[in-house]
């Protein structure tokens, strides 16, 4: 593997790193949005994150959206925002890559999926700079959909534990039950 590939590779593994953060705190909110209890309980859970991206806009086009009137359209424009990056990271992830010496340029190929090209090759180019872009990018969004979630759906963090303000709380049915056998147990939640 030569520097090029090392590069190219080392901002690949950036961008899934990322993109998975953002996506992990898209799906929390997307639960809370729709007033699931428990993050993983949605019908959803198993979807691409295009989905919950999706259900995120349409529960905010809803009267009774916990999110203020005044605030959802800049939740919208970050949500559109991140349906871009993570359709940039796709590329990335599901192309089949090859560095081109003569134009010094990655090209991808990857099939289309959806109508009307469905089968039809694409073909991109990139350079290996992109990739770390990208990745900051996934990350400063990552920050904003966390500031959001913090913001409307967090509770009360605990100082002992290092989280003296608000915390984004991704709440499951297996954490509930781990607490509740400790609690059993002597142990406190």
């Not at 950036?14 to 909110?29: C, K, P, S």
């Not at 989905?51 to 949500?79: N, Q």
């Not at 590329?91 to 469905?118: N, S």
């Amino acid at each position: 593997m030569d520097d090029e590939d090392e590069r190219f590779t080392l901002g690949v593994g950036m961008v899934v790193r990322a993109a998975t953060n953002l996506e992990y705190i898209l799906h929390g909110l997307a639960a809370n949005l729709l007033g699931e209890e428990y993050a993983y309980g949605i019908k959803m859970a198993a979807d691409p994150v295009s989905k919950h991206i999706e259900a995120c806009e349409a529960a905010l086009g809803v009267d009774a959206s916990p999110i203020p009137p005044l605030a959802r359209e800049a939740l919208l424009a970050d949500l559109e925002l991140c349906k871009r990056a993570l359709e940039r990271r796709n590329l990335f992830v599901h192309c089949c890559w090859t560095f081109d010496d003569e134009t010094q340029l990655w090209w991808g190929v990857k099939a289309t999926r959806g109508k009307p090209a469905k089968g039809r090759l694409q073909v991109e180019r990139a350079e290996s700079c992109e990739l770390p872009e990208l990745a900051a990018e996934l990350d400063r969004l990552h920050g904003r959909m966390l500031a959001w979630d913090i913001k409307y759906f967090g509770e009360d963090g605990d100082p002992e534990l290092g989280q003296p303000g608000r915390v984004s709380a991704k709440r499951s049915k297996r954490a509930k039950q781990m607490a509740k056998h400790a609690e059993a147990e002597g142990g406190g939640a």
